[in-house]
């Protein structure tokens, strides 16, 4: 646990025309200069007041993110054997339209079956890369990946698989170098597949150690766990972990041996994460249902599959211990949905989190809109009530989307919708407590320049957020909320900033941190 939680630069896109898709969307219009009311000589600082009267519809903090999965070619890359440049051009199509929608964070599989879409001394590369395991593709996509990202002001998580060792159960079809062939001490074949045991410290180690050696050599934002843990009840028959369970268990149940073995890891992870680097956040996306009423008082009140017992993921432990900096429970059910309501789960892992520092985000399922086998998925309007039921919930503060084809592809036009509906203006990132960062100098010298804004770099600003009124007063209250919030630029090199004005109105200026702390806004001074 850390101390202080409690129990319970990339080109500039505002001069682009190109450039203003990223930060309006696809209705960006052309530029035109403020013609706003009187501003003062020096215009003073602007910060929001607490006492600001807020829209529910313009939240001004939000996390809006995708998952790019890499296993099995699911997103990215479509297929094995591509070129470098294929490559990159699939993934800036996946970015673009992420940005499109005003997301503002990725959650990349950097690591699907201890394997490597990076440069690594530790584990081969990707298979899902060239179609064969080890083999170099000829560049070092991770670094590519990550500048991107923050080219259109996403954050950046890699997403890491922690025991999955192979898709493939002939240990002699991996390279030589594999883990899994250097240790086969470490594996357990269950069904088609090896995984690492999760009761041996040395895999404990291991695991921590690629994921160490990630967040040292890159500049990543997060660290992300899915749900696959213990593997998932199958036909693959008995998890055979007991020569680990008699050496390790000390006297305890094996299923809660089990869960033991899943805490150490994540807490372990933790642990590493924040002494590599203070800032770099780290979570998991856990089966959506901790455990049912019928098993627990406190569990939902759901019958579907039990992470808790079925495969040992402990959910409200992480939160209770602040072993995690947030959770994204995949609630990939409708609502009404008897088994497992959304309506449900949502206000349940709401109160999960309360009075916590534990961030709540919700894994959504777009890949399942459009599906024939559940008729409130033919229906346009289910995922978008989803984000319409979270705004009744404080503690949710963003939703992820499974997955990026998807986000591209549009089924039913949901996206088209949930832009509409819930994303009409950007939003910065939720703020958490504990990753150190401050807010940087309010912007100086912000003025109107023809058709563009420009202001003096602020020291240590990573982004800016440009905010346009066009009624009301240019006090506290017009920074409240996201109403009038009509960009967050990238910072750009050099001892100024500019940005493409879009339509008439008095602009605003305030300067974000990496992890969006916001220092007070400057209103723009007329030529």
Request: charged share 25%; aromatic share 10%; proline share 8%.
């Given at each position: ?332 059910w409708p609502r009404g949905f008897q088994i497992a309501d959304y309506d449900v789960l949502a206000p349940w892992w709401a109160k999960e989190v309360r009075g916590t520092d534990v961030h709540l985000y919700i894994g959504q399922a777009l890949y399942r809109v459009g599906a024939t086998d559940t008729p409130a998925w033919r229906r346009p309007g289910e995922l978008p009530s989803h984000l319409t039921r979270n705004r009744k919930y404080p503690e949710i503060r963003g939703d992820v989307y499974f997955s990026a084809k998807q986000v591209s592809s549009n089924p039913l036009r949901v996206m088209d919708r949930i832009t509409a509906d819930h994303y009409a203006r950007p939003a910065l990132r ?98």
């Amino acid at each position: 646990m850390r101390t202080g939680r409690p129990l319970l630069a990339a080109a500039a896109l505002a001069v682009l025309t190109a450039g203003t898709a990223y930060v309006f969307g696809p209705d960006a219009g052309t530029a035109a200069p403020s013609a706003g009311g009187t501003v003062p000589e020096a215009p003073e600082a602007v910060a929001a007041a607490s006492s600001c009267p807020v829209d529910a519809r313009f939240p001004k903090r939000q996390l809006r993110g995708v998952w790019i999965a890499t296993v099995n070619n699911i997103d990215w890359p479509t297929r094995t054997g591509l070129s470098p440049s294929a490559q990159q051009a699939e993934y800036v199509k996946l970015l673009d339209d992420a940005a499109e929608r005003r997301l503002n964070a990725v959650f990349v599989q950097v690591r699907p079956a201890s394997d490597a879409f990076y440069r690594s001394s530790l584990e081969p590369w990707s298979r899902f890369l060239t179609g064969t395991a080890g083999k170099d593709p000829g560049w070092d996509p991770l670094p590519f990946l990550i500048a991107e990202a923050r080219k259109r002001g996403m954050e950046f998580h890699a997403w890491f698989n922690p025991y999955r060792a192979a898709y493939d159960t002939d240990r002699s079809k991996l390279p030589a170098s594999h883990p899994a062939r250097v240790r086969p001490d470490w594996v357990v074949k269950y069904g088609d597949r090896l995984y690492y045991n999760p009761g041996l410290p040395e895999v404990r180690d291991h695991v921590t150690k690629v994921i160490t050696d990630v967040v040292r050599r890159y500049d990543v934002d997060g660290v992300h766990f899915d749900d696959y843990f213990y593997p998932y009840p199958g036909g693959g028959g008995t998890f055979r972990d007991g020569a680990a369970f008699a050496r390790y268990g000390g006297g305890m149940k094996l299923a809660d041996w089990r869960r033991a073995n899943v805490n150490k890891l994540v807490a372990q992870v933790d642990r590493a994460v924040h002494t590599t680097k203070k800032h770099v956040k780290f979570g998991i996306s856990p089966f959506g249902i901790w455990r049912n009423a019928s098993n627990d008082p406190s569990g939902s009140a759901t019958r579907g599959m039990s992470a808790y017992d079925a495969i040992y993921a402990d959910s409200r432990h992480w939160i209770r211990s602040g072993t995690v900096d947030y959770v994204m429970p995949q609630l990939y059910w409708p609502r009404g949905f008897q088994i497992a309501d959304y309506d449900v789960l949502a206000p349940w892992w709401a109160k999960e989190v309360r009075g916590t520092d534990v961030h709540l985000y919700i894994g959504q399922a777009l890949y399942r809109v459009g599906a024939t086998d559940t008729p409130a998925w033919r229906r346009p309007g289910e995922l978008p009530s989803h984000l319409t039921r979270n705004r009744k919930y404080p503690e949710i503060r963003g939703d992820v989307y499974f997955s990026a084809k998807q986000v591209s592809s549009n089924p039913l036009r949901v996206m088209d919708r949930i832009t509409a509906d819930h994303y009409a203006r950007p939003a910065l990132r939720p703020l958490m407590k504990g990753l150190g960062g401050k807010a940087p100098d309010r912007p100086r010298d912000v003025r109107v320049e023809g058709a563009k804004l420009s202001w003096k770099s602020s020291p240590g600003a990573a982004s800016y957020a440009v905010y346009r009124v066009t009624s009301g007063g240019t006090g506290a209250c017009a920074v409240a909320d996201a109403r009038n919030l009509v960009a967050i630029v990238p910072a750009a090199g050099g001892a100024r900033q500019t940005f493409a004005m879009r339509g008439t109105g008095t602009y605003l200026v305030s300067a974000l941190d990496r992890l969006h702390h916001e220092s007070p806004a400057t209103r723009a001074a007329l030529p």
